[in-house]
């Protein structure tokens, strides 16, 4: 107990002076490859539905290409599994930051050659964020690339964060700017798991959901 509890405090400091942390194997291997394995085969059953049953395709339950932030790129957002990922990460997400927190939303991507995130931050149900590695595949590439996650820290100084399967990294969505340069593998998947202070008044639970797993309402 008392090498876990050390453990948060690290975290919990780290996060405090740094504004970021990270959390080696938030989720264990097996568990990644799982989330990883999910994420290749929903990509292929909706191209598989925009191919042959266009008509009943719903990007809001389904996901879609092109968000409008990751050209071409696969998102989901409030997708079941990956919203109980979030769900089932609340209460250790709020142990390494030192506080109690509420989920809001999960969004997550399939991101491909050449793709990158543009330089942002996050809306108001974002004041917490945790990029979650799933797993990815460089077979195109001969030396150990592993994707930056780029932050901008408070004096503008940019960081890169190397996350490899079931790896996290926390940081403050809502005020850091975060990016990523266009990609060198064939794929990657990854999640955003976004949280907000729980004793807030305002504190956007499940984004205004009537629960998890399910589409915002516009």
Same mark, same amino acid.
């Given at each position: 107990?008392?090498?876990?509890?050390?453990?948060?405090?690290?975290?919990?400091?780290?996060?405090?002076?740094?504004?970021?942390?990270?959390?080696?194997?938030?989720?264990?291997?097996?568990?990644?490859?799982?989330?990883?394995?999910?994420?290749?085969?929903?990509?292929?059953?909706?191209?598989?539905?925009?191919?042959?049953?266009?008509?009943?395709?719903?990007?809001?339950?389904?996901?879609?290409?092109?968000?409008?932030?990751?050209?071409?790129?696969?998102?989901?957002?409030?997708?079941?599994?990956?919203?109980?990922?979030?769900?089932?990460?609340?209460?250790?997400?709020?142990?390494? +930051?030192? #506080?109690?927190?509420?989920? $809001?939303?999960?969004? /997550? &991507?399939?991101?491909? *050659? %050449?793709?990158?995130?543009?330089?942002?931050?996050?809306?108001?149900?974002?004041?917490?964020?945790?990029?979650?590695?799933?797993?990815?595949?460089?077979?195109?590439?001969?030396?150990?690339?592993?994707?930056?996650?780029?932050?901008?820290?408070?004096?503008?100084?940019?960081?890169?964060?190397?996350?490899?399967?079931?790896? +996290?990294? #926390?940081?403050?969505?809502? $005020?850091?700017?975060? /990016? &990523?340069?266009?990609? *060198? %593998?064939?794929?990657?998947?990854?999640?955003?798991?976004?949280?907000?202070?729980?004793?807030?008044?305002?504190?956007?639970?499940?984004?205004?959901?009537?629960?998890?797993?399910?589409?915002k309402e516009k």
């Amino acid at each position: 107990m008392t090498d876990l509890t050390d453990f948060f405090k690290n975290t919990q400091n780290h996060f405090n002076d740094k504004g970021w942390v990270v959390i080696k194997n938030h989720l264990d291997k097996d568990m990644a490859m799982m989330a990883y394995s999910y994420a290749i085969n929903k990509v292929k059953s909706v191209n598989h539905k925009l191919t042959y049953y266009h008509n009943l395709h719903d990007k809001d339950w389904d996901g879609g290409f092109n968000d409008g932030q990751v050209s071409d790129s696969y998102y989901c957002y409030g997708d079941v599994f990956m919203d109980t990922i979030l769900q089932n990460s609340t209460e250790f997400i709020g142990k390494y +930051l030192g #506080m109690e927190l509420v989920p $809001t939303y999960s969004y /997550w &991507r399939l991101y491909e *050659k %050449g793709q990158e995130l543009e330089k942002h931050r996050d809306r108001k149900s974002c004041e917490f964020s945790a990029s979650l590695c799933l797993g990815y595949n460089t077979e195109n590439l001969k030396d150990d690339y592993i994707w930056p996650f780029c932050l901008e820290d408070e004096k503008g100084k940019t960081i890169e964060v190397l996350l490899e399967p079931g790896d +996290l990294l #926390m940081y403050k969505g809502m $005020t850091t700017y975060h /990016w &990523r340069e266009p990609y *060198k %593998g064939l794929n990657h998947a990854q999640v955003f798991l976004h949280y907000n202070k729980l004793n807030d008044k305002d504190n956007q639970a499940l984004d205004g959901r009537p629960m998890l797993g399910i589409p915002k309402e516009k």
